[in-house]
């Protein structure tokens, strides 16, 4: 799996299906787990799906990577 590969199909569906962007997200953060452009976009899924819990938590990881 190619980083890239995975997060231009995150970006496309970030269009509209936020489930398979979370997903998508999801499969790209693995490979790179403190990209804080992927955490806030994913963040921004979950605030679209109603899941304000694992929204915040995103956002709050993305906060402390750029702290660092």
Not at 22 to 44: M, V, Y
Request: glycine share 2%.
């Amino acid at each position: 799996i190619n980083i890239i590969h995975v997060c231009i199909r995150a970006n496309e569906t970030f269009l509209g299906d936020f489930a398979q962007a979370i997903l998508d997200f999801s499969n790209a953060l693995k490979l790179d787990p403190e990209n804080t452009d992927l955490l806030a976009k994913r963040a921004n899924c979950f605030l679209s799906v109603g899941n304000w819990d694992r929204a915040l938590r995103d956002s709050d990881k993305a906060i402390s990577v750029k702290v660092s």
